[in-house]
């Protein structure tokens, strides 16, 4: 058992920086329920919790083990109510293979810049069964802190690509390439495929003009009722919720 020196705090600190986890290729993740789903997951190389959390995991799969205060918690911790334990884990690495989009469905992000969106997005494919999600290169980091609270475990069973999209894109042969758009299809009327990618787009400029013509499926979110005058389009993370719930839905229905 180790000590949390000022050292080690200020450590902890700097993995708000993605500079600081690029180069030491780790992670940093907050709380009982998120840290309990991540050990075993990924390798944990440093952990700190109070006595009350430790006396409940006698065997801790960690590199390092500290036993800390709440106030020693509170001052590593980049959270306002810190609770119980934080963990340090190392950053896996994924090959990206394309064959996987033959045989099921993904979703790719361009540009999304929130990360309580990617977050809320790693959670929704956890839910949906959507095991691999592709990236643009300028998509917010999937290892910031906020990113990895939001997404309540489902770092754990997603894996988050970086990637230049139109590339990867480019190189898929007569895969179904989904996107959402205001000129698109009603997405209740269309059937939709079991496998393919679902690409969303940035929080402000939604899919990018170089990604976009490499989209063969154009849909749309239709609002209700239609005539109605609505707001201009709906949050990132919803809409890939909806879209989502709609190909399950087809799916289980075939």
């Not at 896996?92 to 999304?112: G, H, K, Q, W």
């Not at 495929?193 to 969303?200: A, D």
Request: hydrophobic residues 40%; aromatic residues 8%; charged residues 20%.
């Amino acid at each position: 058992m180790s000590l949390l020196s000022k050292n080690k705090i200020k450590y902890i600190r700097s993995l708000e920086l993605k500079k600081i986890r690029k180069e030491e290729k780790v992670f940093l993740a907050e709380g009982p329920k998120l840290v309990g789903d991540l050990l075993g997951h990924f390798p944990c190389c440093f952990l700190a919790a109070t006595s009350s959390w430790l006396q409940e995991h006698v065997s801790v799969p960690a590199d390092e083990v500290a036993e800390v205060s709440q106030d020693e918690l509170s001052r590593a911790s980049l959270l306002k109510t810190p609770q119980q334990v934080l963990a340090v884990f190392k950053q896996p690495e994924y090959t990206i293979d394309t064959n996987m989009l033959r045989n099921s469905l993904c979703l790719a992000l361009d540009d999304v810049q929130d990360p309580g969106n990617l977050g809320t997005i790693i959670r929704l494919a956890d839910w949906f069964g959507i095991e691999d999600i592709f990236c643009s290169l300028n998509t917010v980091d999937v290892y910031n802190p906020k990113t990895v609270q939001a997404t309540m475990g489902g770092i754990a069973r997603v894996k988050v690509h970086y990637t230049p999209l139109p590339d990867l894109i480019g190189s898929l042969d007569n895969i179904p390439v989904y996107g959402t758009f205001l000129d698109g299809e009603n997405m209740y009327e269309q059937q939709l495929s079991r496998n393919g990618l679902i690409v969303m787009g940035n929080e402000g400029n939604g899919i990018s003009k170089e990604v976009e013509i490499l989209i063969n499926r154009k849909l749309y979110i239709p609002n209700y009722p239609q005539e109605r005058e609505t707001s201009e389009s709906l949050n990132v993370a919803i809409a890939t919720a909806v879209v989502c719930a709609e190909f399950r839905r087809q799916a289980a229905s075939f």
